[in-house]
């Protein structure tokens, strides 16, 4: 007797065709679009050797341009993760005349270009601005301050917590909160317990989506930014004047430096996705 | 105590969904509601839980007053056609959710609440499965699951709205034995919601058939099957076939035949529209009295034959005979069709 020795496999054969050519496609797009630049972002900065780069890198402008694009991103996802939820919520939930064209408002921050959005934020936001003028008589200063900058990332990340949130809330259906009300449960409990963990995937996906969008936002945060260094000035701006001083090796490292902290967030974001994914699905 | 529903209406927009409903539930009744889509039980249903507001009218249990209370307060189990589990916690943390959810002073302690759930899993016959996620079990262990936790609460009237909807069909008829046989255990005021005849009549003490937003009749399922109150009743209970007759003399003429008018009352004589079920026809040969017939099919399999014919005066009709009548019968013969009993009602 011998034994049928089957050939290992790569990938085990499916009944829809065109596996190869697929996979063949999407890894030359990758390839081409996507992890060439990427690659190429990564040795690009070494030109003038490692103290160059690291004098770029720990210059205190620089430090104070990251932490300010990743601390504005982080609270801009945050805020977004929380009224994203909320206009989702009502958009699905509620019926009311109007509602497919506040639907539809939902997608203007995709559409308009940054910089239209930019100059229309720093013009309502301007002490001389709609709001601007009314919180002017408090000392509060939205324009040309990191709040401004924040006001700018959540108008660009706003839309995709809205549009992850959407379908998953669609697919909860409302028997599973009126189970919960027959069971005793209070409103607040049920929010808590049965509808906020159905909807937590998709939150984690918004709020990643959110901030890596607002992460490299520049045109619109440039012109309510105010650009005052060590104050509001964003990263990508920095790597621009790098860029037009013509330190292509400064712009490269305050770039790869932005690449390293976005890939560990993203990473970690979906580590927790997965994690919280798993649950129910097992 | 008794569920008491007295002049309940609601209507959604224009629509009425229910129109002036009064019903009574016995303490430890098992009572169904039973109706085509539209007319109105599972809004009946929902109103008695409070996931609905009636516009008017009154549902009393015992000296309580229950529209005067929100869904939480109620105490009323409710189990959903699609289970409405949640999905993102164990079977046992589905059936704990509703004891957690007590007001701190009422709360069990923890214990009490692992022993309870325990003793509901083995309960709703799923003992080794209280560390499955819903998404991991059968339709039917959901539903069993949904049940344990409507019962968790131990609440005093449990309502189940087409609880078997979405099983199939022997699953079904699996569960409807052992829900009739939890019933008998725990003796709760139940209310349920089915649009399916056979499971209303095996299941329930009484039936009330609804149209409309409308009680149209309510009884034993015995009441139902002998002395159904309508053409819509009996229709509804079973295939049923209607004739134009005149009504002469407490017999109705059908076709040149004198056939037995079923039922206590004597209907007016005059013309009038006669119903039959499909197992009371006699077969004759083609000369006999009655309805020309050419017969299509004979189907030989299950309890009765069935013979699918198509009537000389058009119309097909599919009547169920003995296995020793329809031996005599073969496709393309030609017999007389007359229903032996028939009911009639007085036309509306």
């Known amino acids: ?282 | 105590m008794s569920l008491e529903i007295t002049n309940v209406n609601k209507s959604f927009g224009r629509f009425p969904a229910l129109n002036d409903v009064s019903l009574l539930a016995e303490d430890g009744e098992f009572l169904a509601l039973l109706g085509p889509s539209g007319s109105g039980k599972t809004t009946l249903l929902r109103i008695i839980a409070g996931l609905e507001i009636a516009d008017g009218g009154a549902v009393r249990f015992g000296d309580e007053d229950l529209l005067a209370k929100p869904v939480r307060q109620r105490g009323i189990g409710f189990v959903f056609q699609h289970y409405a589990l949640f999905k993102h916690m164990t079977s046992a943390q589905n059936i704990a959710f509703g004891m957690q959810s007590k007001a701190r002073k009422l709360r069990p302690s923890k214990a009490e609440i692992k022993a309870k759930v325990a003793e509901l899993l083995a309960l709703v016959q799923l003992d080794d499965l209280g560390e499955r996620y819903p998404a991991q079990l059968s339709g039917g262990q959901r539903q069993r699951v949904a049940l344990a936790r409507a019962l968790a609460i131990e609440p005093k009237i449990l309502l189940l709205d087409e609880p078997f909807g979405a099983l199939d069909a022997k699953v079904r008829r699996g569960l409807r034995r052992w829900l009739r046989e939890l019933h008998e255990r725990t003796g709760l005021t139940t209310i349920f919601v089915t649009h399916d005849q056979e499971e209303a009549l095996e299941l329930a003490d009484r039936v009330a058939v609804l149209k409309d937003g409308k009680v149209e009749q309510i009884g034993t399922p015995e009441e139902l099957y002998h002395e159904p109150a309508s053409a819509f009743v009996f229709d509804f209970l079973g295939d049923s076939f209607q004739f134009p007759c005149v009504v002469r003399d407490g017999k109705a003429v059908i076709a040149g035949v004198d056939v037995t008018i079923l039922g206590a009352a004597t209907p007016a004589d005059g013309p009038s529209t006669a119903y039959a079920r499909p197992d009371a026809f006699v077969v004759g040969p083609a000369d006999g009295p009655g309805f020309g017939a050419r017969i299509r099919d004979v189907l030989l399999a299950g309890p009765d034959a069935r013979i699918d014919c198509v009537l000389d005066d058009d119309g097909a009709i599919e009547v169920r005979v003995p296995h020793a009548v329809a031996q005599k019968l073969a496709p393309r013969n030609r017999i007389s069709l007359i229903p032996r009993e028939v009911r009639v009602w007085a036309e509306t």
């Open chain 1, 1 to 282: 007797m011998t034994a049928v020795v089957r050939p290992r496999r790569f990938v085990e054969p499916s009944a829809l065709p065109g596996f190869g050519p697929a996979l063949g496609f999407t890894m030359v797009y990758l390839s081409f679009f996507l992890l060439l630049p990427l690659a190429a972002l990564v040795l690009r900065p070494w030109e003038h050797g490692f103290g160059h780069v690291w004098s770029v890198i720990t210059e205190r402008r620089t430090l104070d341009a990251l932490k300010l694009s990743f601390g504005a991103a982080f609270l801009a996802a945050c805020l977004n993760a929380v009224f994203g939820t909320i206009v989702a919520w009502v958009l699905v939930r509620y019926d009311f005349p109007g509602k497919r064209l506040l639907d539809a408002f939902v997608d203007l921050p995709f559409a308009l270009p940054t910089a239209v959005a930019g100059i229309a934020l720093a013009t309502i936001y301007a002490p001389t601005g709609m709001i601007g003028a009314l919180l002017d008589p408090y000392h509060i200063q939205i324009a040309y301050t990191p709040l401004g900058v924040m006001v700018a990332l959540v108008f660009v990340g706003f839309p995709f917590v809205v549009r992850a949130i959407q379908p998953v809330l669609e697919d909860l259906h409302v028997e599973v909160e009126e189970a919960a009300a027959t069971l005793g449960a209070s409103r607040l409990r049920t929010i808590a317990l049965v509808v906020f963990p159905a909807i937590l995937p998709a939150l984690l996906t918004g709020f990643s989506l959110s901030m890596a969008r607002a992460v490299g936002e520049y045109g619109s945060v440039i012109f309510i930014a105010g650009n005052i260094q060590n104050v509001s000035e964003i990263a990508p701006l920095l790597i621009i004047m790098h860029l037009e001083e013509f330190d292509y090796a400064g712009a490269a490292a305050i770039g790869l430096v932005m690449l390293l902290i976005s890939a560990v967030t993203l990473f970690a974001l979906n580590g927790v996705q997965a994690l919280v994914a798993r649950r129910g699905l097992r």
